[in-house]
């Protein structure tokens, strides 16, 4: 089964100390969870205790955690300092342990970088900020971790095709299932429960490590909720006539992917068809504009402008696309506004929709990762409105 190394995580590890010697920084404290997991493979469950990674000279690398994590951090290969405290808030700040890392790597205050300043808020979580603890605001050195982040290497693909193969496993089973007159959860639970049992047969050594910690999701909106995009499974039942705006996806190493299908209880109306055949056009155009050296900025336009064509610009609510890999949206993002460029090993989710709310919601994602002369397509499920109507 692919999975990261922990040559790999060193070599991430490696890649920043690189960038804090061309910054000039003594040290680097990095908060954000999925940052921590990029860099040393530990994903925690965030909760109000903080958790840092402290990088220091000669690759010098210090994880601070509370107890109730213990175990799991100390079965993270290659760190030099493991400093585990009781618990949150207790009668010494966790951050006082940030301080002390950085003074065991005569850190000066004027030469720290963070990804931010401290602990974000989270679950009651209360300060002080690093800079309190320094004395000095950190330099802003986030880019350092996320530069790295937007290109995926070979393993970070493989994971991520292998979460795609089993998103359309889970989808298929749930696409056989869904039968007019039950609820939503009806008919997806049972799909996502027996392909996580095939996972668990099928993968030894497989186990969910992703901040979702599902394992494996397949899910359906249906009706009238489809026409938000981000719509809430009402459980009224499933209705001839009724729209379904489906996800999947599955958890290998910490990875995701996104698929997801617009399908249709019965036949669907001519209204209908005409929304789902601009929806699709304008996914096809998106993939098909994906290409390295193009800015992801004009893919986005190049959608906007058939839109207005096929005349549904007024009913598009989002972006294109994002990244996806450890998280379910990464930068960049396939957005007129992101400055990024489209380079091999970038995986972004393709999912222009269209809105109606007289007719719902129409949007298929797929998961596609830039090559060398093009795109891949790495969802390997139908697109097309035949394969997508379920019986009435």
């Known amino acids: 089964m692919p999975h990261i190394t922990a040559g790999e995580y060193k070599a991430r590890r490696d890649a920043v100390c690189a960038g804090m010697d061309a910054m000039r920084l003594d040290a680097m404290c990095v908060f954000y969870p999925a ?13 109000e205790r903080p958790i840092a990674l402290v990088l220091g000279p000669d690759a010098y690398s210090a994880l601070i955690v ?3 994590e213990k175990e799991h951090a100390e079965q993270v290969a290659g760190m030099d300092r493991l400093d585990v405290y009781f618990e949150y808030p207790g009668t010494e700040h966790p951050m006082e342990r940030v301080g002390v890392a950085l003074a065991e790597v005569s850190a000066h205050p004027e030469r720290v970088g963070s990804d931010h300043d401290g602990v974000v808020p989270y679950w009651g979580y209360r300060g002080p900020r690093l800079s309190d603890v320094t004395g000095k605001p950190p330099i802003d050195a986030e880019m350092l971790v996320e530069s790295l982040r937007r290109v995926k290497s070979r393993a970070e693909i493989e994971c991520i095709q292998l979460s795609c193969d089993w998103a359309a496993r889970a989808h298929r089973r749930m696409q056989d299932a869904i039968v007019a007159g039950k609820t939503e959860m009806e008919c997806y639970m049972p799909a996502a429960v027996e392909s996580l049992k095939e996972m668990v047969r099928e993968l030894p050594g497989w186990r969910p490590v992703g901040f979702e910690r599902n394992g ?3 899910m359906f909106v249906g009706g009238r909720s489809t026409a938000m995009p981000h719509g809430f499974v009402k459980g009224h039942g499933i209705q001839k006539g009724d729209v379904l705006v489906t996800g999947a996806g599955a ?32 996914q096809t155009h ?6 390295p050296g193009v800015p992801v900025g004009e893919v986005e336009l190049a959608v906007v402008r058939l839109a207005d064509e096929l005349g549904v610009r007024d009913h598009l609510r989002h972006h294109v696309g994002h990244s996806i890999g450890l998280e379910g949206h990464e930068a960049p993002f396939l957005d007129r506004g992101d400055d990024a460029v489209l380079e091999p090993g970038m ?9 109606m709310k007289e007719l719902g919601g129409f949007r298929h994602s797929d998961t596609v990762v830039v090559t060398e002369d093009g795109r891949r397509v790495m969802t390997d499920y139908p697109r097309d409105l035949k394969d997508l109507v379920v019986p009435g």
């Open 347 to 355: 995986v972004f989710t393709v999912e222009p929709g269209v809105y």
């Open 216 to 218: 494996i999701t397949a």
């Open 66 to 68: 509370p107890a109730v």
């Open 286 to 291: 998106a993939i098909e504009a994906l290409s």
């Open 35 to 47: 940052r921590i997991a990029y860099l040393t493979g530990f994903h925690h469950i965030p909760t």
């Open 251 to 282: 958890d290998i190493d910490g990875y995701q992917s996104e698929l997801e299908r617009t399908m249709f209880v019965g036949e669907p109306t001519a209204p209908q068809k005409r929304a789902f055949e601009a929806m699709l056009a304008l």
